[in-house]
């Protein structure tokens, strides 16, 4: 297939938008860093704490809604063996975020901690604590290279693009604005990114159930799949408990994710750490309702009437990148490149987070505490640069080797600590009961707050 020198072309402008935004909001957080009460690490970890409601939404929704996302559920609903039942993703995050708003935010933000770990740091000691790293880091990983692998395939499809120098590419923005800026230049382009893949994958819907080669998408039936399934699917009883044990795992799992305690512990307050919580659980279900519909107008479409021809996706193994095709042969070319950049929006907006959070951990409750207590702030800034570095290659490296964005997505889940996060809500309760309020918040902090204010 020959380069697609438009798409290509459109896509790298995308590219230096975002990566001139990370550099300006790199020198936004310099100037924070003179201002503000807390240390510099702080400023790269959690912004300060003082990250408005709105950007907070932005940047929490923008973290979840991942290539991995995308592509994962559009892959579930199309492929027969699933459907629109197996799609969990939507539902799962909004279940994580209501829980985290209810019993997360509160305790986590009123305690002022920097990282996810430090309450076991706190009770258990620094060798627990290096225990717990190394599951959540694998995690972290995993969930690089899922997104990137999203990315590459969805590249190769509709820009005729090399899988490999698509992610290559992709990652090296990515690093590159998360290493200069940290959890400023994360939050501010995640605004961009998130507000670009809302637009362009809505904007393919009409086209794409208004394509001649797509059936009635209310017949629920997958007339192009030998097999015939519908596209919403069936849960047998015997796969009740696989069903229920996957639900859980992306619904609990996420609640053991850094990314999402770094969003709480940037927010102002522990009320507005709450607000941001409820609100990205719905702003993140609404984004997961396009994939939803591109994966069923995909099995209901007729793929001898386009340019793919016979047989289907699933029957040549490529339902992993269903969303791209279908945005290649079932919308005008101008229409795909704007899907392509949507996905590499998703992919930036996630893997951006995932750096940082490992990259926090590590400097906060390992390096600082354990292997350099007397580093200077200097020091832990390059630390937390050095890590987003070894994360980044580290993913991108795993990001070659595997073709099913929703095996990696599961698979990056199931090395989280779902325990952890109930161990975490029991030592909550314990160290919080009768100590409702916060912990007071130095005036001298407050009046920088005021002035930071984004």
């Known amino acids: 297939m020959a380069v697609n020198v438009p798409g290509l072309a459109a896509v790298m402008v995308f ?15 310099k100037k924070v860093e003179k201002t503000c009460a807390g240390t510099k690490s702080e400023v790269a970890i959690v912004g300060g704490r003082n990250i408005s409601v709105l950007v907070g939404v932005f940047t929490m929704t923008a973290t979840w809604v991942g290539g991995g996302y995308i592509l994962g559920t559009a892959e579930a609903v199309y492929s027969p063996s699933q459907g629109l039942i197996w799609a969990m993703g939507p539902p799962a995050y909004l279940t994580n975020f209501v829980l985290g708003g209810l019993f997360f935010a509160k305790p986590m933000r009123s305690k002022r901690y920097v990282t996810m770990l430090d309450p076991f740091q706190h009770r258990y000691g620094n060798m627990l604590t290096a225990t717990l790293l190394l599951p959540a880091l694998m995690s972290d990983i995993l969930w690089v290279a899922c997104i990137l692998a999203a990315l590459g395939g969805t590249m190769s499809v509709i820009l005729g693009l090399s899988s490999a120098l698509s992610i290559v590419i992709s990652a090296g923005v990515s690093i590159t604005y998360t290493f200069l800026g940290g959890f400023y230049s994360v939050a501010y382009t995640d605004i961009i990114q998130l507000s670009f893949i809302f637009v362009s994958l809505w904007l393919c819907i009409p086209f794409l159930l208004l394509s001649p080669a797509v059936a009635d998408v209310s017949h629920t039936i997958n007339l192009n799949q030998t097999i015939g399934t519908s596209w919403v699917g069936e849960l047998k009883l015997e796969d009740a408990g696989k069903w229920a044990d996957e639900m859980l795992l992306l619904a609990l799992g996420g609640l053991a994710y850094q990314a999402l305690y770094q969003r709480i512990l940037s927010a102002a307050s522990s009320a507005q750490a709450q607000v941001t919580c409820f609100a ?17 107008v995909a099995s209901t479409a007729d793929w001898n009437q386009t340019a793919y021809g016979l047989p289907p996706p699933f029957e040549r193994g490529e339902a992993g990148k269903i969303l791209p095709l279908a945005l290649q042969h079932l919308t005008p070319t101008w229409l795909s490149v704007l899907g392509i950049g949507s996905v590499a929006a998703a992919v ?8 940082l959070s490992s990259a926090s951990m590590f400097t906060q409750n390992i390096y600082k505490t354990t292997l350099r207590k007397q580093a200077s702030e200097r020091e832990l800034q390059w630390v937390i640069r050095i890590s987003v570095l070894v994360v980044g290659l580290a993913g991108t490296g795993l990001a070659f080797g595997d073709d099913s964005v929703f095996g990696l997505w599961l698979l990056g889940f199931y090395h989280k600590l779902i325990p952890q996060s109930w161990d975490l809500l029991g030592a909550f309760e314990e160290k919080t009961k009768g100590q409702e309020e916060e912990v007071p918040v130095p005036l001298e902090e407050k009046n920088n707050i005021l002035n930071t204010k984004l």
């Open 15 to 29: 590219y230096i938008v975002i990566l001139v935004i990370g550099i300006w909001a790199s020198r936004k957080s």
């Open 280 to 296: 990205a659980a719905g702003s993140v279900f609404i984004m997961g309702i396009p994939s939803v519909i591109i994966g069923a």
């Open 348 to 355: 930036m907006s996630s893997m951006d987070s995932v750096l």
